[in-house]
């Protein structure tokens, strides 16, 4: 049997509590036939759309100081617990309609990142809803946050997006796998904190290269990312447009070099997808949702791979 790291992205969770309970529900129910088969099975999830609107729920904290400032990591914080809430609530009920006893736990997840990480010194990554110029400098002197106009709808808050370096509860995730729990971990690419002590990072650390690297220190015998598509592609959007089946990691990085995958999308999956192939005995797949149950019959996926 294997070990496996499925991430979930945050969009296919959709953008309020209700609709995310429906959509975890069919999620869960498409990982139920891995856990009857015997796989350990690991899920990181995205948080973008949710986190933003936990950042909008405090928004009024600039102008009404009964409402609190609440800083990015605790809404980082905040999605973890309720998105993992959701998603072990969901997988229990799945269980138990399918006669498997398993227990299902949600760590809220540390990474350490580099306080050095260029990121930082560019932060580039739009977090949360979009503000006026007005208000966006009056909040910029209260938090010493960056700001910045975005393609001309307004000014949102940037942050950086540095690499992950180390999951600070990873000894506690492998004792849970090893007993046969299902985890729930390294929700919205876990909360940031830096090397040097335990102060946190107002960033957004991406939620695949994190999974990758929890993969890693699992030893995880698969990887796979669930996006919206089955398969990703070389020369997409074009008439020249190919289907990646399987690939090893040498063939991916000439692609990145060519320029294939777009930064804001397929990139940072195929670089977490080649990160874990080329530092383990395993495979990354990259494929949709509703066709995962392909992953082993290697039909519509796409597969990366050592040698």
């Known amino acids: 049997m294997s070990k496996i790291v499925i991430a979930l992205g945050g969009n296919a969770l959709g953008n309020n509590p209700l609709e995310q309970q429906k959509l975890i529900k069919k999620a869960v129910n498409k990982i139920i036939p891995f856990i009857k088969e015997g796989h350990d099975i690991i899920l990181t999830h995205g948080n973008g759309p949710q986190v933003g609107v936990i950042n909008l729920a405090f928004e009024d904290s600039y102008e009404n100081k009964d409402i609190p400032y609440m800083p990015f990591p605790e809404c980082t914080a905040m999605s973890q617990g309720y998105i993992g809430y959701h998603l072990q609530k969901k997988m229990r009920e799945s269980l138990k309609e399918n006669g498997i006893n398993k227990n299902v736990t949600t760590i809220i997840t540390e990474v ?25 400098e009056k909040m910029m002197n209260k ?4 700001y910045k106009e975005d393609a001309g709808r307004g000014y949102r808050k940037v942050v950086a997006s540095p690499k992950p370096i180390e999951i600070v509860q990873i000894n506690t995730i492998e004792k849970l796998v090893e007993e046969k729990n299902i985890v729930i971990t390294c929700g919205g690419g876990g909360i940031p904190i830096y090397k040097e002590g335990e102060e946190s990072a107002s960033a957004v650390i991406d939620k695949d290269l994190a999974s990758s690297l929890l993969a890693q220190k699992l030893n995880a015998d698969i990887f796979i990312i669930l996006t919206n598509i089955k398969q990703a592609e070389i020369f997409y959007g074009t008439e020249k447009a190919q289907k990646i089946d399987k690939i090893t990691v040498e063939e991916a990085e000439k692609y990145i070099e060519e320029g294939h995958f777009a930064k804001g999308s397929m990139l940072p999956k195929i670089e977490a997808a080649i990160s874990f192939a080329k530092n ?21 996926i796409t597969q990366i791979i050592k040698n």
Not at 114 to 130: I, L, M, R, S, Y
Not at 280 to 300: P, Q, R, W, Y
């Open 143 to 146: 938090t010493k946050e960056i």
């Open 280 to 300: 383990t005995n395993g495979k990354s797949i990259i494929t949709a949702l509703d066709n995962i149950e392909n992953v082993f019959t290697e039909k519509e």
């Open 112 to 136: 350490i990142v580099d306080k050095k990480d260029k990121a930082f010194e560019n932060p580039t990554k739009p977090v949360g809803p979009f503000y006026s110029k007005e208000m966006a």
